[in-house]
């Protein structure tokens, strides 16, 4: 009986254990909400976005994209997911950055945040280390999801009035490769981006009369 009961209370420290562990990833997978975009500075508008709204773009756009490319949705959706993670440790650098500095070992950080909190039944260090060497299928179609977020972020800026961002849109679009991302960000280049709230309104207007 007492065997059972250590044994019994062993696991349950564990349990506590795994969970607060749990908690603390979570608590600082949140402050990405509080890092701005590296870009930021350069683009030079008065649009503003953090790492963790990039991060939920490039979820939905990869989510849509793997639809569209008949890749493996689960798989692009946890790249898509984790693929700035390591930029809660390691702060976010913008292209010139990276050109300038000693670049952050990025696949180190992941492999520290998963090892910290117990995550390696989530395998994040083989997802992360996937998407940086954009060899599979998967990787690129999440690599032009991440592209495709900050074409948004450009689109927007661009039609609030910085002409410097159309030039930024040409640039981005020139890195996609897979065919329905390529479709997607010609489309997003050329439409106004609220066509989709005035055919709405449109549809509201016919079904109630209402001027």
């Avoid at 280390?129 to 074409?151: G, N, P, S, W």
């Amino acid at each position: 009986m007492k065997k059972k009961s250590l044994k019994k209370q062993i696991s349950l420290q564990e349990n506590q254990e795994n969970v607060r562990k749990l908690v603390n990833f979570l608590l600082e997978y949140r402050t990405l909400k509080r890092l701005p975009r590296g870009c930021l500075p350069y683009l030079k508008g008065s649009v503003k976005e953090n790492i963790a709204e990039h991060s939920f773009y490039t979820t939905i756009i990869g989510w849509i994209l793997a639809k569209l490319e008949k890749g493996d949705e689960d798989k692009i959706i946890k790249m898509c997911l984790i693929h700035d993670l390591c930029e809660v440790r390691g702060g976010e650098k913008n292209l010139i950055n990276k050109f300038y500095t000693i670049p952050n070992d990025e696949l180190k950080i992941t492999t520290e945040i998963s090892r910290d909190y117990n995550l390696k039944i989530f395998f994040l260090p083989n997802l992360f280390k996937e998407f940086k060497e954009k060899k599979t299928k998967e990787a690129k179609i999440a690599r032009d999801a991440d592209i495709l977020a900050q074409m948004l972020l450009e689109k927007e800026s661009f039609e609030l009035g910085n002409k410097l961002a159309s030039k930024w849109l040409v640039q981005s679009f020139a890195r996609l490769k897979t065919k329905m991302a390529k479709k997607i960000g010609k489309r997003l280049i050329e439409v106004e981006s609220d066509e989709w709230w005035l055919e709405i309104d449109k549809k509201y207007l016919l079904k109630t009369g209402f001027l």
